[in-house]
């Protein structure tokens, strides 16, 4: 299978292979020089060196963000007006006042859909399908790609994990898995609030009274002891342990591991662009982690309910699960703890500076940081939620989770910017542009843009082959 082929259908990839043995030229009449060179810069637009993750879970409504719909019926229309972007054709709502800066680095993809039956109602499920690319459910627990990429391509900093999960809180981040591969892969998670001024990862340094010289004496007799382990079924060996038992030493010992997650070293005023609230200063600290090597990072920045905000502690009243599953009152000033509410209680409205107030602050600032810095070049940036919210406000003035279509963001690594991809109907209920790309597609796309190889597979600890993102091709616009 060559690099176009897995941007293909099955079935695409079948009547390209037809035309090419019927004619002799490549792709729409292209000779074979010019499509080997095509793919040529395919791959070199397409270079990713790390990735990193926003993950706004709980389905974020697109109509009230990326895909404003300003003639969908009075009822059901957002109270957000909607704004022009310095990007022609591309317009947002006013919520993303302040990301409408930096549209000339995004590409806005409206056209996201789930089409798997059983996900839709499941946040779990729906969570684990964003982190794996796989809908959950097969015979086999699909990894995280962020543990795929971990996996085989490690960390550029041998001092730090792969893949880092932060902070990791929520019940959701629980469906994060390393999957069929070894522990070793699993995602490391920072826990608590790195808005908290008294905020460490915790176990980040040896236990008081061992000294580096004295722990890696005992590193060195624990090896000598090491008499091997028993072979998996498929002669191969459990290496397992022994990788993290490496991968620990390195970030018990090596003082950059703290300063990779030690924001006091970054300016007042770099801190105060992000936000100074928990999800401003998750996305900087993701910036920083990328900076410092780590291969693949996954945001899950939702709001606690004992918080802060300006460096300053705050208490987010009725806000008990502050993701974006805005059953109820999604236009709340406030809390949606409404009389008669249901499964929307426990967080804030959508226009809030706990939700949509913080995300267009740290997101603007994330990007335009990133770009200065030069990180653009070579990290992918995802924006992502599981599924979006019904085009129609339910009688508790909320909207419910909707499959059919929804909104992800990209940028860097040779995403094009200034991009919008895809469309919906007036009312953005369903797709009706020709391009439609589901979750497996969003992986593909992730895999291809590190140069992982997926007609390789991987093998489980029984050596059952796997395929990455099996169902998905790399969605060509970002490329």
Aim: glycine residues 12%; charged residues 20%.
């Amino acid at each position: 299978m060559d690099i176009l082929d897995r941007f293909l259908s099955p079935r695409q990839q079948d009547g390209r292979r037809r035309f090419l043995r019927r004619t002799g030229f490549g792709v729409l009449g292209w000779s074979a020089a010019e499509l080997v060179l095509l793919e040529q810069q395919v791959r070199a637009a397409g270079v990713a060196r790390r990735v990193l993750v926003l993950f706004e879970q709980g389905g974020v409504s697109h109509i009230d963000t990326w895909d404003p719909k300003p003639d969908a019926p009075t009822e059901h229309r957002s109270p957000f007006k909607t704004m022009s972007t310095p990007v022609d054709g591309l317009q947002v709502t006013e919520l993303l006042k302040q990301s409408s800066a930096v549209t000339r680095h995004l590409t806005v993809v409206r056209c996201m859909t789930q089409p798997t039956p059983g996900i839709g109602n499941s946040h779990p499920k729906g969570s684990q399908y964003v982190l794996s690319g796989e809908a959950p459910g097969g015979p086999i627990e699909m990894p995280d790609i962020g543990s795929v990429v971990a996996s085989l391509q490690g960390s550029d900093a041998p001092h730090l994990p792969g893949h880092v999960m932060l902070p990791g809180n929520s019940e959701q981040a629980g469906v994060s898995t390393p999957g069929f591969l070894s522990a070793a892969n699993t995602a490391f998670r920072t826990g608590g609030s790195p808005a908290d001024p008294k905020w460490t990862v915790p176990n980040l340094g040896l236990v008081g009274g061992i000294g580096a010289e004295r722990f890696t004496e005992r590193r060195k007799l624990l090896a000598s002891l090491d008499t091997g382990l028993l072979p998996a079924r498929g002669g191969k060996p459990v290496k397992a342990l022994g990788s993290l038992m490496d991968q620990a030493s390195d970030m018990l010992t090596n003082p950059l591991t703290r300063k990779a997650f030690d924001l006091s070293s970054e300016s007042s005023k770099v801190r105060e662009r992000y936000g100074l609230g928990h999800r401003g200063q998750c996305y900087l600290l993701a910036r920083k982690l990328i900076e410092s090597g780590v291969r693949f990072v996954t945001v899950d920045p939702r709001e606690p309910l004992n918080s802060y905000r300006d460096g300053k502690p705050v208490r987010f009243d009725g806000g008990g699960n502050m993701n974006w599953d805005h059953h109820d009152a999604i236009y709340s000033t406030s809390h949606t703890n409404i009389k008669g509410g249901g499964a929307g209680g426990g967080r804030w409205g959508i226009g809030t500076w706990p939700m949509m107030g913080s995300l267009d602050q740290a997101f603007s600032a994330l990007i335009s940081d990133m770009s200065d810095r030069g990180l653009l070049k070579d990290t992918l940036v995802c924006l992502v939620t599981e599924f979006g919210r019904t085009p129609k406000v339910n009688e508790r003035q909320g909207r419910d989770h909707w499959t059919p279509a929804f909104t992800f963001v990209f940028a860097g690594a040779g995403v094009p910017g200034g991009q919008v991809v895809g469309s919906t109907d007036k009312e953005g209920g369903y797709i009706t542009s020709s391009a439609a790309y589901t979750i497996d597609d969003y992986a593909a796309t992730v895999y291809e843009k590190l140069g992982i190889d997926r007609s390789k597979p991987l093998h489980t600890p029984v050596n059952r082959p796997i395929y990455l993102a099996a169902h998905g091709r790399p969605i060509p616009e970002l490329f």
